[in-house]
């Protein structure tokens, strides 16, 4: 029902940054939570970062990350855009994996099986 597509991804050095996009269509973007998530080869996939949905057509400002992007991540949206966004500064090697976009309909589960709509992903390479 809801299609969710990233872009943004490529290589950079340690400190770098990149900006991460997803863009939604086929649903009311503003009604959704929306998160990002990552998995390297062999790991499992893991939370990297949630934001609120809408509340009475205005943007939530409400924001979740994971410890081991905490002050370095910043996600927001832009719902006249139907898009979410991922900014990555200071970039470590550690980051390497393929990003996803993520919806949720009721929350923001930590886990990835509790989401409803997922991306193809996008990778992100960071070298030391």
């Known amino acids: 029902q809801v299609q969710l597509v990233e872009s943004g991804g490529g290589l950079v050095q340690a400190g770098g940054s990149l900006r991460l996009s997803c863009a939604a269509s086929g649903g009311t973007f503003s009604s959704f939570y929306m998160g990002w998530f990552r998995q390297a080869p062999g790991k499992e996939r893991e939370f990297v970062a949630a934001?609120?949905?809408?509340?009475?057509?205005?943007?939530?400002?409400?924001?979740f990350y994971a410890d081991s992007v905490k002050g370095r991540f910043t996600v927001f949206r832009d719902n006249a855009k139907y898009t979410v966004y991922l900014q990555m500064n200071s970039l470590k090697p550690e980051d390497t994996a393929n990003y996803y976009c993520?919806?949720?309909?009721?929350?923001?589960?930590?886990?990835?099986?509790?989401?409803?709509?997922w991306g193809q992903g996008t990778q992100v390479t960071v070298s030391s």
């Open positions: 993520a919806a949720s309909k009721l929350s923001v589960p930590k886990s990835p099986r509790g989401w409803d709509y």
């Open positions: 934001i609120g949905r809408s509340a009475d057509g205005r943007s939530a400002d409400s924001t």
